[in-house]
């Protein structure tokens, strides 16, 4: 594939504040088993991507364990693979980027280097199965300069804002708005980008030598008459995380077969992750587990319904767990009730403690935290 991969691991971080206080947006946990990133990388790689750069700004400590040297993606290779950037400071200061463009900038080394012919940008704020091969060949056929990936969908607040798009004939982007009306349906835009390599770099160049900070608009906006733009449409599942309530329901989406066939279930459109060698996962003699997606390693003794389990969680006995997210390593004594709670990795809860949140404003237990 004559693309080179780029994803933003961090550009949304702010958004979900909890589950990103110490790891980036890239490297949270999702559906059991796998990251953000996952998803991400994995389309890239279904597509024959074999060169990936990802940038990274703060804690990304979890993101460089999980990605290690890319073998679990195919990509421990001698030519190519999988890169992570670790922020590029300005020189007259300590500030780290602050937007797309800047953090694009300090990658320019990277894409210069490289032979591909086209970039290939993507964010991790979502979980998707865009189909990156057929993207970057209708924007081969078109001979565009840019390419942008859309979905036809009801602007909600949690989409909001989003850039959306007035499509023409044969595709070619006419126009495009970062401001949509809540409860309009519109062609959003999914925040993954085709773009010919050295278009990029000059792109790049003069919008930052004239003082542009956003990608969008100073790039996609300013030049829908002066370039090629065009739109490919993706009609798959799109779950965009913006908030802690987004994430708990799109995780727990997940219970639904029909959304898990959509996602993992897809021709040639496999996600793969971290693999990890865990036993299977132990039921005790009074386990009771009720429409759950329960990963490899846990113990459960107690009863578990409509949650998501990920690996070595364990469940005491006489415990209800119910609508809640379970993180990795968390483990809960007995006796104890958690109702729409998350919890995140390493979390102690013991014997007799009664938590409840609601599906709006989950009750989160941050990261190594003993209640």
């Known amino acids: 594939m004559r693309a080179l991969g780029i994803i933003?691991?961090?550009?949304?971080?702010?958004?979900?504040?909890?589950?990103?206080?110490?790891?980036?947006?890239?490297?949270?946990?999702?559906?059991?088993?796998?990251?953000?990133?996952?998803?991400?990388?994995?389309?890239?790689?279904?597509a024959g991507i074999t060169r990936v750069g990802i940038i990274a700004k703060r804690n990304y400590q979890s993101l460089m364990?999980?990605?290690?040297?890319?073998?679990?993606?195919?990509?421990?290779?001698?030519?190519?693979?999988?890169?992570?950037?670790?922020?590029?400071?300005?020189?007259?200061?300590?500030?780290?980027?602050?937007?797309?463009?800047?953090?694009?900038?300090?990658?320019?080394?990277?894409?210069?280097?490289?032979?591909?012919?086209?970039?290939?940008?993507?964010?991790?704020?979502?979980?998707?199965?865009?189909?990156?091969?057929?993207?970057?060949?209708?924007?081969?056929?078109?001979?565009?300069?840019?390419?942008?990936?859309?979905?036809?969908?009801?602007?909600?607040?949690?989409?909001?804002p989003h850039m959306s798009l007035t499509i023409g004939e044969a595709g070619r982007v006419t126009s495009a708005s970062l401001t949509s009306d809540v409860?309009?349906?519109?062609?959003?835009?999914?925040?993954?980008?085709?773009?010919?390599?050295?278009?990029?770099?000059?792109l790049i160049d003069e919008a930052l030598a004239h003082g542009a900070n956003n990608f969008e608009r100073d790039i996609i906006l300013h030049n829908t008459s002066l370039l090629n733009i065009y739109a490919s449409e993706?009609?798959?599942?799109?779950?965009?995380?913006?908030?802690?309530?987004?994430?708990?329901?799109?995780?727990?989406?997940?219970?639904?077969?029909?959304?898990?066939?959509?996602?993992?279930?897809?021709k040639n459109q496999a996600?793969?992750?971290?693999?990890?060698?865990?036993?299977?996962?132990?039921?005790?003699?009074?386990?009771?587990?009720?429409?759950?997606?329960?990963?490899?390693?846990?113990?459960?003794?107690g009863t578990v319904r409509n949650s998501i389990l990920f690996r070595g969680v364990k469940i005491g006995k006489n415990t209800v767990v119910e609508n809640s997210i379970l993180m990795q390593d968390t483990i809960t004594g007995e006796h104890v009730k958690l109702n729409c709670v998350v919890a995140d990795k390493n979390v102690t809860i013991r014997d007799r403690r009664n938590l409840s949140g609601c599906e709006t404003i989950p009750y989160y237990l941050g990261k190594n935290v003993m209640v």
């Open 8 to 46: 933003f691991s961090d550009l949304h971080t702010d958004t979900v504040d909890e589950l990103t206080r110490f790891r980036t947006l890239a490297s949270v946990p999702f559906g059991g088993r796998y990251r953000l990133v996952d998803f991400a990388l994995s389309n890239m790689v279904n």
């Open 65 to 160: 364990d999980h990605i290690g040297s890319g073998k679990d993606w195919d990509l421990s290779r001698r030519n190519g693979g999988v890169t992570i950037f670790p922020p590029f400071g300005n020189y007259r200061s300590d500030s780290l980027y602050a937007n797309r463009l800047e953090a694009i900038k300090g990658l320019m080394g990277f894409i210069s280097k490289a032979n591909e012919e086209y970039v290939l940008m993507v964010d991790c704020d979502s979980v998707n199965v865009i189909d990156y091969h057929q993207v970057i060949q209708e924007h081969e056929e078109r001979n565009a300069d840019i390419t942008v990936v859309y979905q036809k969908a009801e602007i909600t607040p949690d989409l909001h």
């Open 183 to 202: 409860g309009t349906t519109a062609n959003m835009a999914v925040n993954a980008w085709v773009i010919k390599r050295k278009l990029l770099y000059n």
């Open 234 to 266: 993706y009609e798959g599942p799109y779950l965009h995380i913006s908030s802690l309530a987004t994430y708990f329901a799109n995780n727990m989406k997940l219970l639904d077969s029909q959304v898990r066939a959509e996602i993992f279930e897809q």
């Open 271 to 301: 996600i793969y992750t971290k693999v990890r060698d865990s036993a299977p996962t132990k039921y005790g003699k009074d386990a009771v587990v009720e429409r759950c997606y329960i990963a490899d390693g846990c113990v459960i003794e």
